[in-house]
């Protein structure tokens, strides 16, 4: 039976803001309209706010503000220093309140508080790699002896629009804010509209940090008429979307009427694949970690297990007594390891893969609410840790992103079956080995479809190496200088270091 945790009451943090407004030019802004949408908290299900829902008027205004920025202010004319102390100081900020920022995430997403906590300092961290990245930047210079000098000059976009999805929102919004401030960009945010609460804390961060005004714009809202707004508005030349890939399919059709950069993260239903000579111990620790930590709504969660045949009964087994035993309650409890999905739509969608999976898969641990729950999460989107193995490639749950904490376990034979396993899906984010044969292990990672693999590893990431997704996972890849990359042109300027010499057109 899944374990809960042992608190009596829901959790409520101190002053919890009861509206979320824009931040447009440096102000608190409602919308022109005064339109509004509810806020719920995962755990009672009830309305604790009420945001702005941004329209094209809202966007209209946040686009203005972030292009004068660009155009008339100091942001993207700054020294890289300049820009590098700011963000620094944001990072600082951020830390300084990691624990009301874990608090406010964690009330808002129903994401663990410990996991939380661990995003809330990831997103300080983003601001300072992106800080000391742009001090330390140089730019290509070609040089052709005694005729040219070819050097580029790198500068940035414009006003960049940044769209977020709603799980772990708070770090995942610092993931573009950090590369797109220090690159010199302007931007406008539009979180997404299941938990806008996080992102309204940036405002005041980045008013504090010395940000002038304008370069930071927020504008909460639904994606179809907000997001919508924002994507095709001709005064921003690029996107950084991340979000479901359908999603990204209809963005990616608004941004060609105006030929946007596009820069696209977008689902995954990667694999962990786990032979017979892996230390089993580790692959099981982190193949639990890895599909049901942060709820399960992760983009690289693993949430396919694939298992080399002799080992695969007692992987199963072993797998499955573990996850029955991960502790499920108050997300704001530190001992509780899955907390309630993110809303009850989502919960819907999840509950019935849970219920598809039944037909597909040999039901191992889970399958529905825990049991169990105290009465005050009675409410809450509750799923508890669901295992199924023997889970076909034809089935719907090895096919489709489910986003929750729901995994499949799948036999395989060789290591040809396993490839052929691995890639046998649309998407390919990330991918996991384990085995403790080198030559399989680089083979295995250089041959399957994945914009990431963790050898031997859970999902540690390192912010120099590339971040993205092949197939229907993404379009692009950020991280380190691919993300100024992004948010930059490299513009090619010609020097001639001896006397020209063009054909005499009309000299003859
Ligand atoms: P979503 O696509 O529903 O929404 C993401 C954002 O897009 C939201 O802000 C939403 O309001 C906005 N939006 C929706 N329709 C829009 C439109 N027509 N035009 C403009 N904006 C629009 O995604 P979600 O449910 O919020 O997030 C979960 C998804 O995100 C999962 O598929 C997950 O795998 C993916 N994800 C990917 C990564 C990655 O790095 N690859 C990271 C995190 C999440």
Redesign the pocket.
């Known amino acids: 039976m899944t374990q809960t945790s042992v608190q009596t009451a829901h959790y409520v943090p101190a002053d919890l803001p009861t509206s979320i407004r824009h931040f447009i030019g440096g102000e608190f802004v409602d919308s022109v309209g005064g339109e509004t949408f509810d806020v719920l908290d995962p755990v009672s299900n009830q309305t604790y706010a009420t945001a702005a829902a941004g329209q094209q008027a809202d966007i209209d205004l946040a686009v203005a503000a972030a292009k004068d920025a660009f155009d008339n202010g100091p942001w993207p004319r700054m020294l890289p220093r300049a820009r590098a102390r700011v963000l620094h100081r944001i990072a600082d900020a951020v830390e300084a309140q990691d624990a009301r920022l874990a608090e406010l995430e964690t009330f808002d997403t129903g994401l663990p508080v410990t996991q939380a906590l661990g995003q809330a300092q990831r997103a300080a961290e983003n601001f300072r790699f992106f800080a000391d990245l742009i001090v330390a930047q140089a730019d290509d210079t070609y040089k052709v002896p005694g005729k040219q000098i070819n050097y580029v000059n790198r500068k940035p976009v414009g006003v960049a629009g940044l769209?977020?999805?709603?799980?772990t929102p708070f770090m995942?919004e610092s993931w573009k804010l950090a590369p797109a401030l220090a690159s010199g960009c302007t931007v406008v945010l539009?979180?997404?509209?299941?938990t806008p609460l996080s992102a309204s804390l940036w405002a005041e961060i980045f008013r504090t940090a010395g940000v002038p005004d304008g370069v930071f714009n927020l504008v909460n809202g639904?994606?179809?008429r907000a997001?919508?707004a924002?994507?095709k508005h001709p005064d921003v030349p690029l996107i950084s979307?991340?979000?479901?890939?359908?999603?990204?399919q209809?963005?990616y059709r608004?941004c060609a009427a105006n030929l946007k950069g596009m820069s696209m993260?977008?689902?995954?239903k990667s694999p962990a694949v786990v032979f017979a000579d892996a230390d089993l111990d580790a692959a099981i620790d982190s193949t639990l970690f890895g599909v049901f930590s942060l709820n399960g709504e992760r983009?690289t969660a693993s949430s396919r297990i694939l298992v080399e045949r002799s080992i695969y009964d007692d992987f199963c087994a072993r797998y499955a007594a573990r996850a029955a035993r991960i502790v499920v309650g108050d997300p704001h409890d530190p001992r509780t390891e899955v907390g309630a999905l993110v809303h009850p739509e989502h919960y819907a969608k999840v509950m019935g893969y849970v219920e598809i999976g039944k037909t597909e898969g040999r039901l191992l641990a889970g399958g529905g609410r825990p049991a169990g729950l105290p009465e005050w999460l009675a409410r809450g989107n509750y799923v508890s840790p669901t295992v199924f193995a023997d889970v076909a490639p034809t089935a719907r749950i090895f096919q489709e992103?489910i986003?929750g904490p729901v995994v499949t376990i799948t036999p395989f034979e060789t290591d040809a079956d396993a490839l052929a396993l691995a890639n046998g899906v649309k998407y390919g984010?990330a991918a996991y080995i384990w085995t403790t044969d080198l030559s399989r292990a680089h083979n295995f990672a250089q041959s399957v479809d994945a914009g990431m693999v963790w050898l031997n590893s859970h999902n540690v990431r390192d912010l120099r190496t590339p971040?993205?997704?092949v197939k229907a996972?993404?379009l692009g890849h950020e991280g380190g200088y691919r993300s100024i990359d992004f948010y930059t042109d490299s513009q090619a300027v010609h020097i001639t270091l001896a006397p020209v010499h063009p054909p005499r057109f009309g000299g003859k």
């Open positions: 769209i977020t999805p709603w799980n995942l539009k979180p997404a509209e299941f639904i994606g179809e997001g919508d924002l994507v979307f991340t979000g479901e890939t359908t999603t990204g209809t963005i608004n993260e977008l689902g995954g983009c992103e986003f984010l971040f993205g997704g996972s993404g």
